[in-house]
């Protein structure tokens, strides 16, 4: 079982995010990644192995930005591998994701069919396939995030963050659960209270089937209100 984070910050958020994942570490993992927005570009960063390897790479080459995600991860699909660490990336769009997505080969095929080019051997790139896909239609990335989920069968959690949307994270659990930080002007996002505790004052958990959005992340939307996946 790995760990997500997610921050909505008035701060660098790399170094807030690592700090997150090692309070998720008791999780297990093998590899680990971070992906920020920054002056509207999306980058990451991700390595093999312990969190020490990722922060000695942001030494090297370090990632600027106010919000972000970041992921340890357990393989299910896909060697553990810098190629097939999260966060995953498609075009605008960014992914981090917990557990398995039980029609992966499905989706696959039908991204493949689409004419479209897979990159990891992960479950999880085809969140992010599928977002893409819907922004290159104009959709909005809200909407975009929505209609991948819609696809997903399986249990997960997932953050989604995007290219040009320096204060927008979309989160979304089934099966998984996911905690919701509130700060001073801050929002969290993380697979439990103990990756946010240092950081909010106040942490609620999204119920079954509920998504978060910001802006307005602090109102958690049940799935209907928002016309949002059935899952
Ligand atoms: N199924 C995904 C993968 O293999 C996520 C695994 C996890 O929960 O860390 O990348």
Not at 198 to 208: D, G, N, V
């Amino acid at each position: 079982m790995c760990g997500i984070v997610g921050v909505l910050g008035d701060h660098e958020v790399a170094p807030i995010l690592v700090e997150a994942l090692k309070r998720l570490e008791y999780r297990g993992y093998d590899s680990a990644g971070i992906a920020t927005v920054n002056n509207g570009q999306l980058d990451r960063r991700r390595a093999v192995g312990k969190l020490a390897n990722l922060s000695d790479l942001l030494v090297h080459d370090p990632l600027a930005g106010k919000s972000g995600i970041g992921h340890t991860r357990w393989a299910t699909h896909g060697a553990p591998s810098i190629i097939n660490a999260h966060p995953h990336r498609a075009g605008p769009v960014a992914v981090v994701h917990n557990g398995i997505i039980e029609n992966f080969r499905e989706l696959q095929t039908e991204l493949t069919e689409r004419g479209v080019a897979f990159q990891t051997d992960t479950d999880t790139e085809t969140i992010a396939l599928f977002a893409q896909v819907h922004m290159a239609d104009g959709t909005d990335p809200v909407t975009a995030a929505f209609r991948a989920l819609d696809k997903l069968k399986g249990t997960f959690a997932v953050a989604f963050l995007f290219d040009g949307e320096e204060d927008l994270i979309v989160a979304a659990r089934k099966g998984s659960p996911l905690a919701i930080g509130y700060g001073d002007g801050e929002m969290f996002v993380g697979s439990d209270a103990i990756a946010l505790a240092p950081l909010s004052s106040r942490i609620t958990y999204l119920k079954e089937g509920d998504l978060a959005i910001r802006p307005d992340i602090n109102t958690l939307c049940p799935k209907k209100s928002l016309n949002s996946p059935a899952f």
